[in-house]
């Protein structure tokens, strides 16, 4: 199984700072990768699919970039709904992967 | 509007049994692949099974693999889970998700509670 190593696996920050969340897959998997938001006790958010395409919806300060085994999922300018936990999820093969998470929380 | 709504949690003793339904509505439901994905309390996210639109292809992941069964009933706009021999680290919160516009999981049901625990 294709294995997501997410970085970091927290980190503070302040509204209005810019935001970077990395992604590593232990092998290629092209630009197949998505990237969710999790908020306490709800379900998970799509926020950018195949690797940077902004899903529907979703404020243009989340960005994503990378191919083949890095990725990153940017946020240009943190608001306060954005105190959440974020994963990347591989869609490249099967079994499906997640990375493990990085929650990001108020400085 | 897209709506998927989980069903069927619930707390069982190990080694029990538990089937949970997804119903969808709001989108051609036989078009797409469905999927499964827990989550652990206070632990992450993971993927637990995936159904092709017509359920030509299904695929598990390696910790419930034998146990769970994943299907659908098109005409019923319905995903299943069986879940047999459970343990208590099946323990989770168990979403579906669909794959309806894009490449990844695009919807989400609001999740189903399963504790599995004597």
């Known amino acids: 199984a294709i294995q997501m190593t997410q970085s970091p696996s927290s980190l503070s920050a302040s509204v209005g700072d810019r935001v970077t969340i990395t992604c590593r897959a232990s092998?290629?998997?092209?630009?197949?990768l998505g990237w969710y938001q999790q908020k306490p006790g709800k379900a998970p958010k799509l926020l950018i699919y195949a690797a940077s395409s902004l899903q529907s919806g979703v404020p243009s300060r989340f960005s994503g970039s990378g191919s083949g085994t890095d990725f990153t999922l940017t946020i240009s300018s943190l608001q306060p709904e954005d105190f959440a936990t974020y994963y990347c999820l591989q869609d490249y093969n099967y079994p499906r992967t997640f990375g493990g998470g990085t929650k990001v929380e108020i400085k | 509007e897209v709506q998927l709504v989980e069903s069927g949690g619930g707390l069982v003793k190990p080694g029990g049994s538990l089937r949970l339904s997804c119903a969808a509505s709001g989108f051609t439901f036989s078009s797409y692949s469905m999927n499964w994905v827990r989550q652990a309390p206070g632990k992450g996210l993971e993927w637990v099974s995936s159904?092709?639109?017509?359920?030509?292809?299904?695929y598990y992941a390696d910790s419930v693999k034998g146990r769970f069964t994943i299907s659908r009933d098109n005409a019923k706009n319905s995903l299943y889970l069986q879940m047999n021999s459970l343990r208590a680290e099946d323990t989770a919160v168990y979403y579906c998700a669909g794959e309806v516009a894009t490449t990844s999981l695009d919807y989400w049901g609001q999740g189903t509670l399963v504790t599995v625990s004597s």
């Open positions: 159904i092709s639109s017509s359920s030509s292809y299904i």
């Open positions: 092998q290629g998997i092209r630009n197949d």
